[in-house]
């Protein structure tokens, strides 16, 4: 049985409290968060044996506990994140890892020498159309990976410090990342504010890798519709991951350019190919399931997360890059090393 601690059961940390709360091989024994109206919000149905507090060195001090669930403010993640690898606990924390590449790098270099589990939230990567997405780059169904784009968009939950691109697009680099297999090597961002004069609303991001690949994302949470949609687009065939379908998340098609031989051998032609559209069957989990049951799996059998702390990284040194870019009208930003 795994021991836990969480920090955080605000706007999204609930949510974690509710399935660490479920899972069979874990016990989530003490809960913190300064705000008592947060505390008092958890329904008494998961409410079992767990302790609550407002001190999260309650936590830390419990020997007992074996990992701690960081889900405050991302301004908080890597004091509370050191402060809790420090004491000999495992550590999941939400992205981002934190708000600096210097602090972050203190995190993974302190999980290494304390040998403990450092696991970020990068959800995505734990959904399961993410996973046969990958699968059709991997068996070459798509043929050589050209561009993937995003849409992370709706109306609602404005931000009053985090901007759109730290709130909203560390799951597409990640999923970027994950499918490229590599790391892109520039970035360009731009993006305007609209509600609060500081806060950017809306923002554009483009990464270029260094085989003619790139992505380019669009998120907003100032946006007449609800859209989280991915779409993958290789030489052979392209998929669509839309997460606002209920059932049908991915559609592969079967459409692309192709060149044709003509009468002579030296002649040849393009032709436009419109091919079958194929839905395949995906067994559905809740993605944060799976990810809190992978934390308490890399723990217990003390394997690495396939988002740990340098994952993590990686995404932040996208993260930082594209804010540079933003800052200076979307001028194009190298990305730090790996």
């Not at 790098?105 to 589990?117: D, L, P, Q, Y």
């Not at 483009?206 to 991915?230: E, G, Q, T, Y």
């Amino acid at each position: 049985m795994i021991v836990l601690g969480q920090a955080g059961v605000g706007f999204w940390g609930k949510n974690h409290f509710r399935v660490f709360s479920g899972l069979k091989n874990c016990c989530l024994k003490t809960c913190c968060d300064k705000n008592k109206e947060a505390l008092d919000k958890i329904p008494e149905s998961l409410r079992c044996g767990t302790k609550f507090t407002h001190d999260f060195d309650d936590i830390i001090k419990d020997k007992e506990i074996d990992g701690v669930v960081i889900t405050t403010p991302s301004e908080t993640h890597a004091r509370l994140t050191l402060k809790a690898l420090s004491s000999g606990k495992h550590v999941f924390v939400e992205k981002p890892l934190a708000l600096s590449v210097e602090d972050a790098e203190k995190m993974v270099r302190m999980a290494e020498k304390s040998k403990k589990i450092l696991m970020v939230g990068h959800l995505l990567l734990y959904h399961p159309a993410a996973k046969k997405l990958k699968s059709y780059i991997e068996d070459g169904s798509l043929g050589d990976l050209n561009y993937m784009y995003s849409t992370r968009v709706n109306l609602g939950q404005v931000r009053a410090e985090e901007n759109a691109l730290w709130s909203l697009t560390a799951h597409d680099i990640s999923l970027a990342i994950y499918l490229a297999d590599k790391m892109p090597k520039e970035v360009s961002a731009t993006g305007k504010c609209y509600i609060r004069d500081s806060v950017q609303d809306v923002v554009f991001v483009s990464l270029n890798f260094d085989n003619k690949m790139m992505a380019h994302i669009h998120a907003s949470w100032l946006d007449p519709h609800k859209v989280r949609k991915f779409t993958v687009v290789g030489s052979k065939k392209m998929v669509v991951f839309d997460d606002m379908e209920a059932t049908e998340k991915i559609r592969v098609y079967d459409k692309g350019v192709d060149w044709q031989k003509g009468q002579s051998s030296y002649d040849a032609f393009l032709t436009i190919r419109e091919g079958d559209i194929h839905i395949p069957r995906i067994d559905m989990v809740e993605p944060l399931k799976v990810e809190c049951q992978h934390f308490i799996d890399s723990i217990k059998n003390n394997t690495r997360p396939v988002t740990d702390g340098k994952n993590g990284l990686q995404v932040l040194r996208v993260l930082t890059a594209a804010q540079k870019s933003l800052d200076k009208n979307g001028r194009p930003v190298k990305i730090g090393k790996e």
